[in-house]
């Protein structure tokens, strides 16, 4: 298989990267998950910790400032944050992913040297502004429009669920344009939060990862210029919102696989403690089972999302693989969370066991960034295209 | 200004430690090997004051086998300009008086204006060193500090005992301690874990520090001389003995209190 070997960062100081998370990680945001599922908030000093360590940028070019991990080490690197709660991902998940991928892959050099930056030492927070009711699995049906005005556009129109949006400094925001030929295409463009016509909406109130938060955005006539048009030029912006989320799918399938690998972790440690009458539960071989198929889950999930990403390097599979990893390893991740449930028994439903938070933590992956459904849908659509294709 | 870091690895202690009843080691195979976190809060101190003085160079000193490479370069992965680890087989299970002397050579080798150290290992827990290299190099030395205030020419620091709380000061160069008041570490941030292996790591064995350098004190490392502390025997801890229980009949208070006091808890 042929394998791109020109990462910006080398083999052997990746190991450093990943063993220098592991430690972050354990040593500093493990022991605040409570502290994050209680007070619905990342503590300002993790906040920049994770500036600091450079978290906000590990997927942008070391050209704009960023870490400049390829699509394997990032990857890895998400299986390594899936370990602790999801909404410290979160947290900088939108610069990295959907939202900074979108500059970097489609901007104007312009656009890139203004934002990139400021996007990747997470100076700036960059959210991603394309669902809307009605237009969530199917966002060629947004309604937001965008008008040309003399120097600029003026974009309105209501999108909801925005991770990040309270916390924003610029939307990457979704809005039909009528071009030369009178149809309405989607187009991209990056708004400043703070410009007027934008209000956000008070907090949603999730049914987990509390702590990353998510907002409707209104758009009431908001001026920009030009320049804000991503890629400058119209056309662009239905492929940047596809391409974006297929890359951001690797990631997400990453971050099951960690969550995962957390639950087995988790189940592991209590079924080898716990005991009824004198036999600790992990005696019992109705236990082992499940711990047993946890391990496999974890095992073909970490095999899958690292091959897709591999295939995602070298070009082979930009669409198919993406959604094969995010559907195995997200509905993989939700059996292996039942699973950990089951296995701390009544504990598993009690807030202070980590199995309780991530049983309701990963449902959502699932649900956004496609949901299974369309990842169904993706992948057998363009199975029967290929094979069409084929003759 | 430069500063030294006397940078240690030691077990981790997260995890199991052991030593090797054999040899009387470490042994460095039973659990991971870190940078000691004293040694850490020292690195702390030195790249911190390096951050805001501008002409600050700050080097990690090591004396170490050269498995210790990784930890070392941790200190350059924090923030530390370049490193020097000290490596021979001569040196297996050298002894505090002949490390000492080594490090005081390969202090003046380095050249330093103010020489930082953990106040103790939490492995060898002799906490001699930075007095042991006062003496050796002919420098001032302020140990066990709580904090510390750099200028250009002198060092001032406060030692704080359960009474009382010391000031001290000292011309440069000094050599200095620093205990567990001090900030806890950064973690290495990931562009200081690429940048780590671009900066100057100079291995030397104790060759390359007796031709020409002394170890401070006017006389050249004598190895065979060394070690002078010779173990002689060492053996297993006895496992813990149960404990007291005290069962409660309505006294239990002053049982607790009086068990206590005997042992000069309270
Ligand atoms: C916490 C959270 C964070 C989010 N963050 C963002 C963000 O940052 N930016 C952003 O733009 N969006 C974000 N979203 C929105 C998310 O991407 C959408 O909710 C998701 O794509 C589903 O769209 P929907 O909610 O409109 O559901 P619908 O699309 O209405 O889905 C309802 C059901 O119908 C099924 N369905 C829909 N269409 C089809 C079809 N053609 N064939 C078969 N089944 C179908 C779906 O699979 C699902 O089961 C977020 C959502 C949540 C909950």
Redesign the pocket.
Known sequence: MPESTDSAVSAEDFVDILDGLRQFIRGKVIPLEREIAEKDEIPQELRELAKDMGLFGYAIDQEWGGIGLDVVQQAELAIELGYTSLAFRSMFG?NNG?AGQVIEGFGTDAQKEQWLAAIASGEVVA?????E??????PASIRTKAVKTADGWSISGE??????APSADIFIAFAKVINDAGEAKVEVFIVPSKTPGITVGPH?K?MG?AG?W?ADVHFDEVKVGDDALVGGKPGIGYKAALTSLAKGRITIAGLAVGQAQRVLDESLAYATIAKQGDHVIGDYQLVQAMLADQQVGVSAGRALVLDAARNYMNGSDTRVGPSVAKLYCTEMVGRVADMGVQIHGGAGYIRDYPVEQIYRDVR?LR????????QR?IIGSNLVKQKLAEG | MKIVVLVKEAPDTYGERTLSLETGLADREASDRVLDEIVERALEYAIAYAEKNEGTEVVALSMATDAATASVRKALAMGADRAVLVTDEALAGADVSLTAEVLAAALTHIGFDLVVGGDQSTDGAGGVIPAALAELLDIPQMTKLASIELTDTTVSGTRATDRVTTHLRADLPAIISVTERFAEARFPNFKGIMSAKKKPFEVLTLADLAGGSDNGAGTTIDVLSAPRAIMTEISAKPARAAGVKVVDDGDAGTLLAEFLKKNQLV
Not at chain 1, 159 to 164: A, D, F, L, S
């Open positions: 939108t959907i959210s991603f502004a394309l669902t009711t009605g237009a969530g699995s199917s999108k909801r669920y925005i991770t990040n949603d999730k990862q990353a998510t959502l649900l956004y960034e496609g949901t299974s459904e369309i849908l």
